[in-house]
T-cell receptor, first 111, second 114 residues
Framework: KQEVTQIPAALSVPEGENLVLNCSFTDSAIYNLQWFRQDPGKGLTSLLLIQSSQREQTSGRLNASLDKSSGRSTLYIAASQPGDSATYLCAVNPGANNLFFGTGTRLTVIP | NAGVTQTPKFQVLKTGQSMTLQCAQDMNHEYMSWYRQDPGMGLRLIHYSVGAGITDQGEVPNGYNVSRSTTEDFPLRLLSAAPSQTSVYFC?????????????FGDGTRLSIL
């Protein structure tokens, strides 16, 4: 069964800092990987989706990379802002109608 | 544009009671799904549907039923609530399958079983 791990579980950074969130998965046979943002008491918002044939995707200050062979993805956030404070989740799709989620990294950006 | 709407937002049940969690989407998405989110665990798939009249089980289907009579609605039924079903439940939808397109999530239903 696919296992998805996100380290660290929590991270605090000062405003303006660049940061990297990590996601690892045990089975490299995936179709794609998604990064989500979850605000307290809210649902998930999809940030980036990387297909297995892609190496990275960018949206504004966010850049997600995928190294399928090593079972790793990173989410890079440039020039962090207090509004970026949230829990970030990654999820992998093994090709069936299911997503396997990590437990998330709770990010706090300190003004 | 409402997106994915879940009702109720909060619910407290007694063990053995039944109830239905509602999910509706207005984006004409074929794919809909239900997840539960528990502390220290990633979201886990309960049931999903690839279109009206078609449903299938996910990773943790026991104790739950679903039906999909219309494209818009995908209710989740708890048959006989148990304390182990205390969780936050999320409904999601998308064009195509689970991972082919970005998933749109509702705000969740927080369910407590006493």
């Amino acid at each position: 069964k696919q296992e998805v791990t996100q380290i660290p579980a929590a991270l605090s950074v000062p405003e303006g800092e660049n940061l990297v969130l990590n996601c690892s998965f045990t089975d490299s046979a995936i179709y794609n990987l998604q990064w989500f943002r979850q605000d307290p008491g809210k649902g998930l918002t999809s940030l980036l989706l990387i297909q297995s044939s892609q190496r990275e995707q960018t949206s504004g200050r966010l850049n997600a990379s995928l190294d399928k062979s090593s079972g790793r993805s990173t989410l890079y956030i440039a020039a962090s802002q207090p509004g970026d404070s949230a829990t970030y989740l990654c999820a992998v799709n093994p090709g069936a109608n299911n997503l396997f989620f990590g437990t998330g990294t709770r990010l706090t950006v300190i003004p | 544009n409402a997106g994915v709407t879940q009702t109720p937002k909060f619910q407290v049940l007694k063990t053995g009671q039944s109830m239905t969690l509602q999910c509706a989407q207005d984006m004409n998405h074929e794919y809909m799904s239900w997840y539960r989110q528990d502390p220290g665990m990633g979201l886990r798939l309960i049931h999903y549907s690839v279109g009206a009249g078609i449903t299938d089980q996910g990773e943790v289907p026991n104790g739950y039923n679903v039906s999909r009579s219309t494209t818009e609605d995908f209710p989740l039924r708890l048959l006989s609530a148990a304390p182990s079903q205390t969780s936050v439940y999320f409904c999601a939808s998308s064009y195509g399958g689970a991972g082919n397109q970005p998933q749109h999530f509702g705000d969740g239903t927080r369910l407590s079983i006493l």
